[in-house]
């Protein structure tokens, strides 16, 4: 592929074009764009942002998908008691979690914003 700005007959290797589209993002969105491209990560979001809380007695796929939100800053894990055999927590969404989806949702415009701010206030 030959960008508009390279000479003529030199092209960019995906991995470049990867690397410097990296760049344009701050780490945290990044981030953030990273740990939501994961189905169960979303869903595990929407869940967090609808009832606020999430136990640890989730399946392996699910705390796996919360442990990446946890780094990506959009959630945030609270360790309630720690035993030899167990730990026992509970997952929050983040208020960085909480910004990234109202401002994700108002740039779509539509009627889902209304839903999401309805939930916040409530």
Do not use: W
């Amino acid at each position: 592929m030959n960008s508009s700005n390279e000479p003529h007959g030199t092209t960019t290797s995906d991995a470049d074009q990867t690397q410097r589209y990296d760049r344009a993002f701050p780490e945290e969105i990044s981030n953030a764009l990273d740990a939501l491209c994961d189905e169960v990560a979303r869903q595990c979001l929407a869940d967090l942002h609808d009832t606020h809380l999430l136990e640890t007695s989730q399946s392996e796929k699910r705390i796996s998908a919360l442990q990446s939100l946890v780094r990506a800053g959009l959630a945030s894990k609270k360790i309630d008691s720690h035993t030899e055999d167990e730990i026992n927590a509970r997952y929050e969404i983040s208020e960085y979690g909480k910004r990234f989806i109202t401002n994700t949702f108002d740039t779509l415009g539509t009627i889902e914003t209304e839903n999401i701010d309805e939930t916040e206030t409530e």
